[in-house]
T-cell receptor, first 113, second 114 residues
Framework: GNSVTQMEGPVTLSEEAFLTINCTYT??????LFWYVQYPGEGLQLLLK?????DKGSNKGFEATYRKETTSFHLEKGSVQVSDSAVYFC????????????FGTGTRLQVTL | DAGVTQSPTHLIKTRGQQVTLRCSPK?????VSWYQQALGQGPQFIFQ???????QRGNFPDRFSGHQFPNYSSELNVNALLLGDSALYLC?????????????FGDGTRLSIL
């Protein structure tokens, strides 16, 4: 079946450090890939997405590139801020099941001054 | 423009009871999906409703059921509650004519089973 694997957290960084959160997936066909962010006490917010191979999703300084050859969608940001502290979820939507999202277990990011 | 709203925010029940959670989708959205998020885990898909019918279902027992109303709002019902049903229940809405993406999530209902 479809699955998403994320690096385990927590990830602790100093402000202005470079961020990478690894995500790999298993799916048949050509899934769409997403990163969602969850702030404490809130639901999930879509951060960025990519719908086909080699697409780059970007938003608020975050980027991720859909790599079909390595089945990966790693999240990166060049300079993190304290306000980026949250839990980040990688997710996929497989072909033919467009409304069903399969999530990874999430990676908690803590950014300190 | 109101986003996805869920009620109640928190709920405490005991084993064996039944519970109903409610969701109002974002304006203009016609599809509602429900997810269960256990503590420290990613959300798990329960089911999706469109045109007042269940269209897709995840690996959840029949104790989990739902309904969608003509105004697109939705309810999630869980019968015979178990301790393992304690979780954050998230509702997400989307538009079928946009291939259900992106999905917009509510802040969830925190269900605690004693």
């Amino acid at each position: 079946g479809n699955s998403v694997t994320q690096m385990e957290g927590p990830v602790t960084l100093s402000e202005e450090a470079f961020l990478t959160i690894n995500c790999t997936y298993t799916a048949t066909g050509y899934p769409s890939l997403f990163w969602y962010v969850q702030y404490p006490g809130e639901g999930l917010q879509l951060l960025l997405k990519a719908t086909k191979a080699d697409d780059k999703g970007s938003n608020k300084g975050f980027e991720a590139t859909y790599r079909k050859e390595t089945t990966s969608f790693h999240l990166e940001k060049g300079s993190v801020q304290v306000s980026d502290s949250a839990v980040y979820f990688c997710a996929l939507s497989a072909s033919g099941t467009a409304s069903k999202l399969t999530f990874g277990t999430g990676t908690r990011l803590q950014v300190t001054l | 423009d109101a986003g996805v709203t869920q009620s109640p925010t928190h709920l405490i029940k005991t084993r064996g009871q039944q519970v109903t959670l409610r969701c109002s989708p974002k304006s203009g959205h016609d599809t509602v999906s429900w997810y269960q998020q256990a503590l420290g885990q990613g959300p798990q898909f329960i089911f999706q409703y469109y045109e007042e019918e269940e269209r897709q279902r995840g690996n959840f027992p029949d104790r989990f059921s739902g309904h969608q109303f003509p105004n697109y709002s939705s309810e999630l019902n869980v019968n015979a509650l178990l301790l393992g049903d304690s979780a954050l229940y998230l509702c997400a809405s989307s538009r079928r004519d946009r291939d259900y993406q992106p999905q917009h999530f509510g802040d969830g209902t925190r269900l605690s089973i004693l």
